[in-house]
């Protein structure tokens, strides 16, 4: 009479065995976890914050150089005199004070005026270098500029730039080419003499458009710094200004 052997079966019932169960448990809980993660990143990427604007911070903390942390001095012509300057809501403006001397600070930014085309501020002027005008290369002073800069990855120099100024002489609307040989600089006067001198006030403008207007350009670069400037090494007075709230903004 033969014996038939009976193999042993890793499974009874269709189930498992203790041991398949657990080769098969932490490849299970492994796969579960990356399904989570990937449900989670859908769910992030459909939920990211659309943000309303890109703000250019003053922290109101100042560098050993005194200069205002997370901004750059530039210094064309003398020396310069930079302050923080207290707000009601707890913020802080850049007070720039200016005699005979011509320099400024700028922030890094990226921004895409397709999405980001408004640029928005305030600003406040003290004192006016009162022989300004920026229509005559001899009494260009200002005692508040503000410049939008658009790097050339090629040559720094011939980064276009858009400025706004607050003019002591020429008419608000002026609109006119900067002087330098080799950047190409456009120039808005937005606002003019001792009318609201001593009062914060608030701007708003479309970047893209001016941008546009001014250059005769429909493509629109993107945006690499921004500056806030004064001078009056021109007519040699004193001049000085406060600037807060930057920041670049959606259209509607």
């Not at 403006?93 to 320099?103: A, D, N, Q, T």
């Not at 980001?116 to 501020?121: G, K, N, R, T, Y």
């Not at 004064?230 to 670049?248: G, R, V, W």
Request: hydrophobic content about 40%; aromatic content about 8%; charged content about 20%.
């Amino acid at each position: 009479m033969s014996t038939t052997n009976i193999p042993t079966t890793s499974t009874t019932f269709g189930c498992p065995a203790r041991g398949a169960r657990h080769r098969i448990l932490p490849a299970l809980i492994g796969l579960a976890v990356i399904l989570l993660g990937l449900v989670s990143m859908t769910f992030a990427a459909k939920h990211a914050p659309n943000p309303a604007s890109i703000p250019l911070p003053i922290s109101g903390t100042m560098d050993e150089k005194g200069i205002p942390v997370g901004w750059d001095l530039e210094t064309f012509r003398n020396h310069h005199q930079i302050k923080l300057e207290p707000l009601k809501d707890g913020q802080f403006g850049i007070r720039l004070v200016s005699e005979e001397s011509s320099f400024g600070l700028h922030k890094s930014v990226e921004v895409d005026l397709k999405e980001f085309p408004v640029l928005s501020w305030r600003w406040k002027v003290d004192r006016l270098p009162l022989a300004g005008d920026v229509r005559e290369k001899d009494k260009n002073d200002q005692a508040a500029q503000i410049y939008v800069i658009f790097p050339n990855s090629l040559i720094r120099l011939r980064s276009p730039m858009l400025g706004y100024l607050w003019d002591s002489n020429a008419p608000t609307g002026t609109t006119a080419d900067g002087y330098s040989p080799i950047t190409p600089i456009k120039i808005m006067v937005l606002r003019s003499g001792k009318q609201q001198l001593g009062k914060w006030v608030q701007e708003r403008r479309n970047v893209a458009e001016d941008y546009v207007r001014l250059f005769g350009q429909n493509s629109l670069p993107k945006v690499g710094r921004v500056a806030i400037w004064i001078n009056s090494q021109h007519t040699k007075s004193t001049a000085q200004s406060s600037f807060a709230d930057l920041q670049f903004q959606r259209a509607n």
